[in-house]
């Protein structure tokens, strides 16, 4: 089964950049299996679909954040990355990274079915 | 894309059934059978209880049930149980190849 483990900075200055890793353990990134995303929730607040990626490189972005938001994967190091930039107090949230849609030779499935316990982020001077 | 809409607050006492709408657009709800919905607990990620509509993943309680009706989707808790007071969140994928998450229900047993 595959598990998920979010890692970054746990406190990000306004107008930088904030970047996250996502390892992938107990499977290959690069099986083709799924997409690999991300998903957000400021505190006491509902879910953010961020973007996802797939193996071959293919991005899907949430158009609120397209601007901002750059999602990539390392199959060396088994991980996948996001990177939002010009950030502010509005990007503080706990951010998990998900399996995204399980491709299938016959289907896919659309839903979020393994995610990351969530590492939380706060943006403050 | 706009959040799907979805009542802030439903309750029960132990037993009954509730259920949770989740209102989208022809664009994402009304266009697929590619609705999901969440549970979380406090301080806990998301888990999925039903996808593409009205299916279980194996190990969730055959007493959460799925439907949809045009825009507009449906999440059931049968024989309510205390377990179950969480936040509930439908999603849906999207025309434009992306997904949309719902405004979240607060679930509370009585």
């Known amino acids: 089964q595959v598990q998920l483990q979010e890692s970054g900075p746990g406190l990000v200055r306004p107008s930088q950049t904030l970047s996250l890793t996502c390892t992938v353990s107990?499977?290959?990134?690069?099986?083709?299996?799924?997409?690999w995303g991300w998903i957000r929730q400021p505190a006491g607040k509902g879910l953010e679909w961020i973007g996802r990626i797939y193996t071959s490189g293919n991005t899907n972005y949430n158009p609120s954040l397209k601007s901002r938001v750059t999602i990539s994967v390392d199959t060396s190091k088994n991980q996948f990355s996001l990177k939002l930039s010009s950030v502010t107090a509005a990007d503080t949230a706990v951010y998990y990274c998900a399996t995204d849609t399980h491709v299938t030779e016959y289907y896919n499935y659309y839903y979020m079915d393994v995610w990351g316990k969530g590492t939380t982020v706060t943006v403050s001077s | 894309q706009s959040a799907l809409t979805q009542p802030a607050s439903v309750s029960g006492s132990p037993g009954q059934s509730i259920t949770i709408s989740c209102t989208g657009t022809s664009s994402d709800v009304g266009g697929y059978n590619y609705v999901s919905w969440y549970q979380q607990h406090p301080g806990k990620a998301p888990k999925v209880m039903i996808y593409?509509?009205?299916k279980r993943p194996s190990g969730v309680s055959n007493r959460f049930s799925g439907s949809k009706s045009g825009n507009t989707a449906s999440l059931t808790i049968s024989g309510l149980q205390a377990e179950d007071e969480a936040d509930y969140y439908c999603s849906s994928h999207t025309s434009s190849g992306t997904y949309v998450f719902g405004t979240g229900t607060k679930v509370t047993v009585l």
């Open positions: 107990g499977g290959s990134i690069s099986s083709g299996s799924y997409y």
């Open positions: 593409d509509v009205t």
